[in-house]
């Protein structure tokens, strides 16, 4: 039972993540209920391990036990999908005493609505078995900001392991843009980046972002113990036809995708189906299955996936649209890597800052490990082929990329791509292909009208460019507003904004001890030993966590 309570909790804690960024925080949180003393925090969604889903229409209080997920709001907007139903409703009736779900939710309330499938109500109470939950979605209110996390259900079990991960915000700035009426996590520029000689260039699209009086409107915060340094902000405005998305790749070209097909087949190392977990740009994600995460059971340190398209006849050329990102132990990880260097840090750091045998050594070790960069195979008339590889990043704001492959030399009506991602670090939201020809589109990159520090301190000027002029900011709990004017839209077309950031940041380590030069050489040559480090380095903290819990 503790092994699997291992293996569980393991999966929770991969589950979320950026890149890097480090630090774990305690915080007081309520076994019984999902609210944290000053924040608010909710439950907004349950998936449960056969694929049903429960949502609820703004977050609600829980209450959590070993057995059980027990919700009594009298506000508790319910959808769940009719599929789901044990025993599907007959006729159209306005209110019911009671519904079950085939995973053994119970619904007590007034059913308001049924559409398309979903059936709307107003449950006074929810309880669903623990046994029978995957996943759960928090949401959390923080002084007029909102963002949403993903945990596993160990996460939920061990109400510690909750706490740590909210209180876990690593994604180097947080970037919120205001949506009409309240500001919602939406960006988490340059993940990885932890030197100067990583400093790096990141496009990404923007899902809440609304123009309001004529602006676009963000704040920009430190929530970890770093300092970041922002050496570029702005916006690229698109204005394309309907029905069209924008997408950027690592570079920041512009890519339109007209027709995405997901694929008609998706399965990972053991053959489970997980097309319900890619298939949709949606809050579920795929991630290592518990029973891979056991480092007891596992007879290696990667996955398998393999995804199957239609291929058109002819097709040369595809563009991949990848949304997906590390997991929180990885990005954990990152720290824990850097502190085996010791008091050589500082040394490693000025390795890196010009292209050199550090920096070739660091992008081979990633794309042989697969932690943070992922290599894409593609069945080709001579084996597998590596097609190009895709970047790490995530957890809380996963965002698309696309990734154009070449595919001449893909025989047949269907084209096979294989990922085989470390286990317990990466988490695939959706994947899709388009073999369109990108179209023309009209972008322009606007600078901020307005940037404020939280000290009063114009930082405009910083922000322009990428100039080695930084907006730093040292403390947790810095911030700034900045505000883009917006451009005029023409009509009939319609518009998705991207953020464009340069910048880097440093972890505040604090004492180093000696360098482990014993561990450091077989991290860096030794196949799938750094996962098991991190596998051992994960049982330890496990241990400290559980302890803590109990007293």
């Known amino acids: 039972m503790f092994r699997r309570a291992v293996a569980l909790t393991t999966l929770s804690a991969f589950l979320l993540s950026t890149w890097s960024c480090s630090v774990h925080q305690r915080i007081p949180m309520l076994p019984e209920t999902l609210v944290k003393h000053g ?28 057995d059980r997920i027990v919700v009594t709001h009298p506000e508790a907007t319910v959808r769940v999908s009719e599929a789901d139903l044990q025993k599907a409703l007959e006729g159209n009736p306005l209110s019911v005493s009671q519904l079950l779900t085939k995973d053994g939710a119970e619904f007590s309330g007034e059913v308001v609505a049924r559409a398309a499938g979903t059936i709307t109500l107003r449950a006074l109470r929810v309880v669903v078995p623990m046994s029978e939950v995957d996943q759960v979605s928090i949401e959390k209110l923080d002084k007029g900001k909102v963002f949403l996390v993903t945990l596993g259900i160990a996460a939920v079990a061990f109400v510690s392991i909750v706490a740590v991960a909210l209180a876990t915000k690593e994604s180097c700035p947080f970037v919120y843009s205001y949506d009409g009426s309240t500001y919602m996590l939406d960006g988490e520029p340059y993940g990885g980046a932890t030197s100067p000689g990583l400093k790096r260039t990141d496009w990404d699209g923007l899902k809440y972002l609304k123009e309001v009086g004529g602006e676009y409107r963000f704040k920009v915060t430190n929530e970890v113990d770093e300092t970041q340094y922002t050496d570029e902000l702005k916006l690229v405005v698109v204005d394309h036809p309907r029905g069209v998305s924008v997408v950027a790749d690592e570079r920041g070209v512009l890519h339109s995708v007209t027709a995405p097909v997901p694929p008609v087949r998706a399965f990972e190392t053991r053959g489970r189906d997980i097309r319900s977990y890619v298939n949709e740009d949606d809050w579920v994600s795929w991630r290592s299955a518990d029973r891979d995460m056991d480092p007891e059971a596992a007879s290696g340190t990667k996955e398998k996936l393999v995804f199957e398209f239609p291929k058109p006849a002819g097709a040369k050329r595809a563009k991949l649209v990848f949304d997906g990102g590390n997991t929180l132990w990885a990005s954990q990880m990152v720290k824990g890597f850097l502190a085996l260097r010791g008091r050589d840090l500082g040394e490693y750091y000025a390795s890196l800052s010009t292209p050199g045998p550090a920096l070739l050594s660091l992008l081979s070790w990633n794309l042989r490990e697969e932690l943070y960069r992922m290599n894409i195979r593609v069945s080709t008339t001579t084996g597998w082929t590596s097609k190009g590889s895709v970047a790490g990043g995530g957890p809380f704001v996963s965002r698309a990329r696309v990734y154009t492959l070449d595919i001449a030399d893909v025989p047949g009506d269907v084209l096979r791509i294989e ?90 380590m604090g004492s180093l001890g000696e360098p482990r030069p014993d561990i450091l050489a077989r991290v860096r040559t030794e196949p799938g030993y750094a996962v098991r480090y991190a596998w051992g380095e994960y049982r330890k903290w496990l241990v400290e966590q559980q302890a803590g819990a109990t007293r």
């Open 39 to 66: 924040d608010v925090v909710g439950l907004k969604r349950i998936l449960t391990i056969s694929g049903g889903r429960i949502e609820f229409s703004t977050g609600v209080p829980a209450q959590i036990t070993k």
């Open 419 to 508: 990922l085989t991602p470390a286990i317990g670090f990466w988490m695939i939201n959706h994947l899709a292909v388009d073999y369109s020809d990108d179209l023309a589109v009209t972008a322009q990159e606007i600078e901020a009208a307005r940037a404020v520090d939280s000290r009063g301190v114009d930082i405009r000027p910083l922000l322009a460019a990428t100039d080695n002029r930084f907006f730093a900011m040292p403390e947790t709990g810095d911030s700034a507003d900045v505000v883009f004017n917006a451009p005029p839209r023409a009509d009939g077309l319609e518009r998705t904004v991207i953020l464009k950031t340069n910048g880097y940041y440093d972890i505040h």
